[in-house]
């Protein structure tokens, strides 16, 4: 089975500044996506970024981009100019093979100070 | 577009009682819909998924059952509620995964407090 680890469950970061979130994951496929969902207070899920395994670019949004290093299978989130309505719990999730499954983590709660 | 819905959007009931909720995707057509229970502070634990009509998988063992009736309606049902069914269950969908869109959308959820 799949697993994907967020080893910080709370973060917090300054406004404008940048900030890093942690994915790892444990999968035997060569071929999966990857995704980091926002939640704010709503509690209304976002899609934030994705990531297709088999491109080795890096995939970018806006003030959004990924680290994808396949081979040590980690897919952190990087969040630049960080802004006060970032704040919201992050969550990885890897899209298995035949694409039939999701795999969430646990979470990491990003709080942005003013 | 596509838009997909949940009902109810708050529910309290006491233990042993039945529970359905209810799940519609619009603007889509076989997509693949799932059921996901939360709990406070915590992740997303994937309950059920269906990759078509009628067509269930169960990840978890438990007090829930689920149904996919229709192409686009999934229900999520128990006949005797558990105080540990308490949460946030989130409905989502997804297209065929060969797709370039291939993501996850959510529904609003429902707050289910067992009593």
């Known amino acids: 089975a799949q697993t994907v680890t967020q080893s910080q469950p709370e973060m917090s970061v300054q406004e404008a500044e940048t900030v890093t979130l942690s994915c790892t994951y444990d999968?035997?496929?060569?071929?999966?996506?990857l995704f980091w969902y926002k939640q704010p207070p709503s509690r209304q899920m976002i899609l934030v970024i994705r990531?297709?395994?088999?491109?080795?670019q890096n995939a970018t949004e806006n003030r959004f981009s990924v680290n994808f290093q396949k081979a040590a299978k980690s897919f952190s989130l990087k969040i630049s100019d960080s802004q006060l309505g970032d704040a919201a719990m992050y969550f990885c999730?890897?899209?298995?093979?035949?694409?039939?499954?999701?795999?969430f983590g646990s979470g990491t709660k990003l709080n942005v100070k003013p | 577009s596509q838009t997909i819905h949940q009902w109810p959007a708050t529910l309290v009931q006491p233990v042993g009682s039945p529970l359905s909720l209810e799940c519609t995707v619009e603007?889509?057509?076989?997509?693949?819909l799932y059921w996901y229970r939360q709990a406070a502070g915590r992740g997303l634990q994937l309950l059920f998924y269906?990759?078509?009509?009628?067509?269930i998988s169960s990840e978890v063992p438990q007090n829930l059952s689920a149904s996919r009736p229709q192409d686009r309606q999934f229900i999520l049902s128990s006949k005797k509620l558990l105080l540990s069914d308490s949460g946030f269950y989130l409905c989502?969908?997804?297209?065929?995964?060969?797709?370039?869109?291939?993501?996850?959308?959510f529904g609003p959820g429902t707050r289910l407090t067992v009593t």
């Open positions: 989502a969908w997804s297209v065929h995964p060969l797709e370039d869109s291939y993501e996850q959308y």
């Open positions: 999968t035997s496929e060569s071929d999966y996506y």
């Open positions: 269906s990759v078509g009509i009628g067509q």
């Open positions: 999730a890897f899209g298995e093979g035949n694409f039939n499954k999701f795999y």
């Open positions: 990531q297709e395994a088999y491109k080795q």
């Open positions: 603007g889509t057509s076989n997509p693949n």
